[in-house]
C-alpha cells in the first residue's frame, strides 16, 4: 500500500493538481500513513511485551536443565541425567548440548548407535562445534566403523586445527589400525599442542616402543612421568622400558623406587618379587611376594 502511495505522479497529474487546489491536502495525506504505520508497529511491540511478561523465555527453564544434566555426568549418575535431558528436549528440541549430553549417556551405556544419532543432530545444529564431532569419532571407533571415525576425526581436526584431543584420539587409532607413520605424525602434534597432558606421551612412548625404539619410547615416558609423577603406571611402565633396552640397574632402582612410593601398589610389589626371584635372591623374592599376597590374597599370580 505504501508503494502504491509513494509512486511517482505523472507529471501531467501534478500539473493539474497545482491548478486545481491548495497543497496542503496533499501534504496531509502523506503525514497521516506514516502516523498510522508507527501506531501499529507501536502497538505490535506492546503484544510481543506482554507475551514474554506473561510467558518467560524457554531459556530461563532450559539453562538449569542443561547444567544440572552434565553434572549428573561427571557424577557418572547417567540415569538422572538422562531424565534431566529429556525434560530439557521438552522446553527446547533445537539446543545442541541437549542432545550430546544425551550422547554421552548412550555412549556410556553401549548403546552406540543411539549415541551416533545423538551425536549427530548436535553437530547439524552446531556444525562448527569440533568437539561433538571428537565425540562422535570416539564412539564410531567403539561401534567398529573405523572409517567413519578417522573421517570425524578429520572434520574435527579441520574445523579446530589446535584441537590436541582430536589429534590424539585420531594417533590411537591410527596406532590400533598398526598405521605407524600417521599414528606419530598425529601423536606428535598432539603432544606439541597439549603439553600439559600426560596421555599423549605415554602414547608416543608405546608406539616407539613397538618400533624397538627404546631411546625414544623412554624419553616420552619420562615426560610423561613429569607432569603426572603419582601415578605407579608410569614408573611402572618406565622399568619395563629399561629392562627391555637392558639396562637393568635402573630398572631395578625404578621398580624399587615405585614400591617406596606405592607400598601398596600391587604390580609393583609382584615385579620387583618377580626380579628377586630372576636373580636367585629367594628370600627378598618370598618376603616381596607375601606382600604383594596382602594387597591382593584372592590373585593367583
Keep these: 500500500e505504501m508503494k502504491t502511495l509513494e509512486r511517482p505522479v505523472p507529471k501531467m497529474a501534478q500539473v493539474s493538481k497545482a491548478s486545481s487546489g491548495p497543497k496542503s491536502s496533499k501534504a496531509g495525506g502523506k503525514s497521516f500513513f506514516p502516523l498510522k504505520k ?75 548407535n543411539d549415541a551416533l544419532a545423538k551425536f549427530q543432530r548436535a553437530i547439524d545444529l552446531s556444525p562448527a562445534n569440533s568437539e561433538y564431532r571428537v565425540k562422535q569419532a570416539k564412539t564410531y571407533s567403539f561401534n567398529g566403523q573405523l572409517k567413519e571415525a578417522i573421517e570425524s576425526y578429520q572434520q574435527a581436526v579441520k574445523i579446530n586445527p589446535r584441537s590436541g584431543t582430536a589429534f590424539y584420539n585420531m594417533g590411537l587409532l591410527y596406532l590400533e589400525q598398526k598405521n605407524m607413520d600417521k599414528a606419530r605424525e598425529s601423536l606428535e602434534i598432539s603432544v606439541r599442542l597439549d603439553s600439559d597432558s600426560f596421555e599423549p606421551h605415554v602414547a608416543l612412548s608405546r608406539l616407539y616402543a613397538q618400533g624397538n ?89
Excluded at 625404539?213 to 611402565?237: G, V
Design 38 to 112: 508507527a501506531a501499529g508497529i507501536a502497538a505490535v511491540v506492546l503484544v510481543i511485551a506482554g507475551v514474554t511478561w506473561l510467558y518467560p523465555r524457554g531459556g530461563d527453564k532450559l539453562e538449569p536443565l542443561v547444567k544440572n544434566g552434565y553434572e549428573l555426568i561427571a557424577e557418572k549418575n547417567y540415569a538422572d541425567a538422562e531424565i534431566i535431558f529429556e525434560k530439557a528436549l521438552k522446553v527446547s528440541r533445537v539446543e545442541p548440548r541437549v542432545y550430546a549430553g544425551l550422547g554421552e549417556i548412550y555412549f556410556e551405556d553401549n548403546r552406540y
Design 213 to 301: 625404539s627404546y631411546d625414544q619410547a623412554i624419553a616420552e615416558i619420562s615426560e610423561a612421568i613429569k607432569l603426572k609423577n603419582d601415578k605407579p603406571s608410569l614408573h611402572l611402565t618406565l622399568g619395563t622400558l629399561l629392562l627391555e633396552s637392558g639396562q637393568e640397574d635402573k630398572a631395578v632402582k625404578t621398580f624399587k623406587t615405585v614400591v617406596d612410593l606405592f607400598p601398596q601398589n600391587f604390580s609393583a610389589q609382584i615385579r620387583i618379587a618377580d626380579w628377586y626371584y630372576t636373580k636367585g635372591m629367594l628370600e627378598e623374592s618370598l618376603e616381596t611376594y607375601r606382600v604383594a599376597e596382602t594387597l591382593d590374597s584372592e590373585n593367583p599370580e
